[in-house]
């Protein structure tokens, strides 16, 4: 839940607090299930191959091989489509033999990086750009459409980068005066904090016309105090964990739970 | 309960013929939608405020249920004219407008473009 719903149910409850103690029963507080609709239509795809990813970042986790184990197992136990289990695709690799071979079906593109060009490793957005070229390669994915029998494909990027930051934090501080009696005081203590960045794009490719249906991008963070040593895996998992329920929605329908007040 | 539910269903059955602008007969028709949806019967609570507007286009807590009900089924386009339609009748309502920020929050989520 974001911080604006959670205000507003904080601030729903408070109303019903008030017209409780106000002794007025014209108003029922009901728990409700609003379905979402997926964002994508994926009535002509029974099978879906979670392909590759275009992988940078730490050196600690392998994004590409991670990311398509965690969506792999995420589809076959939320969707209805039957996952292909095929071997992940080095798809930056894939992007560099391409250039040097020069795809003769790919059409004219003043933009795109020519051999060279790539970076030698990936670490941040910018170096990610220079593989978009792969996921306009209609020709490229509609040969792996019929490959493994025109599936829907999801492919994309995964960065994942190790991210520091210091500044001032308020935090809470117990205290107790003379009495032995206890308070809570706001603080401001400089702290130095580090932690990850997981910010992947999530391609749909059409497996029957090669074409994109549909992207989209997330961003998640994660801060520890600079002492904690948090293995990049388990970051890696807790950030997933926050971008898997935005990326399901693409492709399944989804049940957000709250409460509305029914009035008399 | 199930013996109440029954005899308010055949009360509102027995009822005579509808007016529009009938409060009471509206009334009786929002607190049996009620009754029902907090068992989860939603299609027949929505079908109980669906009549009551009829009875009372005036009467705004039976367009916010039916709004609520709306929501429950998914049918986005019809709940936001239902919440709209009760503040209308009740700018001032604070659990109609708080209904209504909670709706368009997840309205807002089901409709982003694809994209982003």
Redesign the interface.
Known sequence: M?A??AR??A??AW?LAVGALAGCT???E?A??????P??DITPFQRVLVAGFVGGGSDDVDANMETVRVLRSQLRSNSGMRVIEADVLPLAEIVARQLKQGAPDDPPNDVAPQEGQLPERIRDEKDLDAYDQVFANVAYWKQLGEEFQNPLIVTGTVLFVPHSRSGFVQREEEVYDAFGRRAVRPVRTYRERKGFILRPKFIFIDGRTGTQV????FREEILYDAQQNTPALSSYFELMDRVVPGFLGALASQK?R?S????? | MRVTLACLALLLLAAPPAVAGSRPQA?AQ??FG?AV??RGLWREAIFRWEKAVELDPTY??AY??LA?GY????LFDKAREAYEKALELEPK????K??F???K??ND??T?P???
């Open positions: 974001t604006r719903p507003l149910a601030s729903l109303l014209n108003f029922f009901i409700i299930e609003t379905p979402i609709r964002k994508l549909y992207s989209e991008t957000i709250g509305r007040i029914l009035l008399k | 009334k929002v607190e009620i949806a907090q705004a807590a916010n249920n609520i929501e429950h089924e998914g309502n604070t659990f109609i708080q209904n920020e909670l709706f929050e997840i989520r089901a982003r694809p994209g982003r």
